[in-house]
């Protein structure tokens, strides 16, 4: 999502200030001093002492940001959020001199400049769905994070949808030029050998990504302008994959890495394919995953089904087969700046770490799954984990350490520690998330990477604060104490009401694991008036109880209902 920095000396008129680099003292992080302990391993920036605390803060300034202190566009007057992929804050002065910010209350456009740089749309609002509308709304209880998104989405819909008459009809852009409130593509650098996906350029793994938030936010909702959405942006990569990239129908040679199920970018209006080879499917995947899954309540009919499940099968078995990523570790393509790359000469931690995460929530799926995980997380630490610090580097062609694929890492390991209770993930888990901490300003202002002032609403904001959910939910003790919380649900949580001697919600689907952090343990959990039973493991319905000191984490099985209630 940001400039190389070999290729700053491109003439453009644009100011850029993200790229400059800043000097960091081995004693400190984002011109903070380290927190370190008594091993001299990184702790938080904020509540050094109280992990819970201090993850908790973080995603608390980051969420609330985005849904009551958004800065505005001095231009058009609507939220930066929707102009521009990113800002400078308050912490930046000319000089790249740091400054700590007070916090800020409202809208406070005089604080913050907008950078004039490709926008991002698609991926941010599909990372605020899960961040904002199926994370902190179920942490919380505030349901200003679902309005939040629900503002985003239909905004995407309305002013950043192909028209019905493209070859690829009615499905999200992926970019747009900055300053612009109609996304069609950005064509800012379209001449530097078409940096960005052009006018009316789409990425078709950003279809499945936002395709895959439009059908978890109908299931929120029950609004159907957002199933309508989703399932037109599974129309559309049904259609349109290749089918002919599987070894047994074409030559080894002529495909290997160079062509995958659908091209990386190309022109919604005339088809033209402008990088064909894109690595991530796993959006796909997960879209297909879910509209699939629902079928029977959404009545889709058995012609879209019998597509959606081929397709679906085609790009699964593409991942695993010889010419795919979990084979030949081409993990290439994600970014939506970067120049085409049919030589497939640029690597992301992106792609592998999401597809890491989907095997550990469907361990099922494949046959090697640990294997599978741990080679990939492997991969990662190796080819992007920064030099003396605990933080991952985006990707090739931006070598530079982020807070978002360092908490992305941090997940991934964390789940891994609670499949595996290996001790060196969760080891790993815990610095790369401290790292996290310190990109995080008490104005709300988040740092790219401590080398990287500027903000960006994805690597601040969407693509950082669901990691930590993801860890907290591996590891409930990371979750803050003193506190009731509903950590994660495998079913959207469509209400939820927290009181001292209560917790009542309710989710889309009749099956569901919840897991909750709470201050004791519960007298009672019923699920549709009928009493669930304690239970040593979640192998049948019922729960499971972990202490944790005076505290502890409740995990829920249920399959015969949608609403429970917790009484304390």
Same mark, same amino acid.
């Given at each position: ?117 490709? #926008? ?6 599909? &990372? ?8 902190? +709304?179920?942490? @919380? /209880? =505030? ?56 006018? #009316? ?6 279809? &499945? ?8 936010? +109908?299931?929120? @909702? /029950? =609004? ?77 009919? @058995? /012609? ?163 990691h930590y959910f993801d860890g907290m939910a591996a590891i409930p003790e990371w979750a803050p104490a003193g506190e009731d919380h509903l950590i994660k649900s495998t079913s959207a949580v469509l209400n939820i009401a927290y009181s001292p001697t209560k917790i009542s919600f309710k989710t889309y689907d009749n099956q569901s694991v919840v897991t909750l952090r709470l201050t004791s343990k519960p007298k009672s959990i019923s699920v549709n008036g009928k009493n669930l039973t304690e239970k040593k493991d979640l192998q049948s319905e019922g729960f499971v109880w972990n202490p944790i000191g005076n505290e502890g984490a409740l995990k829920i099985n249920y ?10």
């Open positions: 999502m940001k400039t190389t920095l070999f290729l700053l000396s491109i003439s453009i008129s644009i100011t850029f200030a993200q790229t400059i680099k800043t000097k960091v003292k081995l004693d400190s992080i984002c011109g903070v001093k380290i927190n370190r302990d008594k091993t001299g391993g990184l702790l938080p920036r904020y509540e050094p002492n109280n992990i819970g605390k201090a993850y908790q803060k973080v995603i608390n300034i980051t969420a609330e940001f985005i849904k009551d202190k958004s800065p505005l566009d001095k231009d058009s007057g609507k939220e930066l959020l929707y102009t521009t992929c990113c800002f400078e804050g308050p912490h930046m002065k000319k000089g790249n001199e740091i400054i700590q910010g007070k916090s800020l209350g409202g809208k406070a456009a005089a604080n913050f400049d907008r950078v004039d740089w490709m #926008h991002n749309p698609a991926c941010v609002f599909a &990372g605020l769905t899960q961040s904002l509308a199926l994370d902190m +709304y179920g942490f @919380t /209880g =505030d349901k200003g994070y679902v309005e939040t998104v629900r503002k985003m989405l239909l905004y995407q819909i309305k002013n950043g949808t192909t028209p019905k008459n493209f070859i690829w009809a009615n499905v999200p852009y992926a970019s747009s030029d900055p300053k612009d409130t109609i996304y069609q593509g950005s064509g800012l650098l379209e001449r530097e050998g078409m940096r960005g996906d052009g006018l #009316h350029g789409i990425e078709p793994d950003k279809i &499945g990504e936002l395709g895959y938030a439009y059908i978890k936010f +109908y299931e929120i @909702t /029950g =609004d159907t302008v957002f199933l309508r959405a989703g399932l037109n942006c599974a129309d559309a990569l049904a259609k349109h994959v290749k089918k002919d990239v599987l070894p047994e129908y074409s030559s080894f040679i002529a495909t290997q890495t160079k062509y995958s199920p659908w091209p990386f970018r190309l022109n919604a209006r005339t088809g033209k394919v402008h990088d064909t080879y894109c690595s991530h499917v796993i959006e796909p995947i997960k879209m297909f995953d879910e509209i699939i899954r629902i079928k029977e309540v959404i009545k889709l009919d @058995t /012609g879209r089904t019998s597509k959606y499940t081929q397709t679906r099968k085609l790009a699964w078995d593409w991942l695993y087969s010889k010419n795919g990523p979990m084979k030949t570790y081409v993990w290439c393509n994600y970014f939506e700046d970067i120049i085409n790359d049919e030589e497939r000469a640029n690597r992301n931690q992106v792609s592998p770490m999401e597809t890491a995460r989907y095997l550990l929530k469907n361990p099922n799926i494949a046959n090697n799954t640990d294997i599978d995980v741990l080679a990939l997380i492997y991969y990662v630490k190796s080819a992007f984990g920064a030099e003396n610090i605990d933080a991952i580097k985006e990707q090739t062609w931006c070598y530079e350490p982020m807070a978002s694929h360092s908490t992305r890492f941090a997940s991934v390991c964390a789940m891994y520690f609670e499949r595996t209770q290996n001790p060196w993930f969760k080891e790993q888990a815990f610095r790369h998330f401290n790292y996290g901490t310190y990109n995080v300003e008490l104005n709300g202002a988040a740092w790219v990477g401590h080398t990287w002032p500027g903000s960006w609403w994805s690597d601040g904001y969407s693509d950082f604060i669901k399959n015969a209902g949608n609403e429970v209630v917790i009484l304390k």
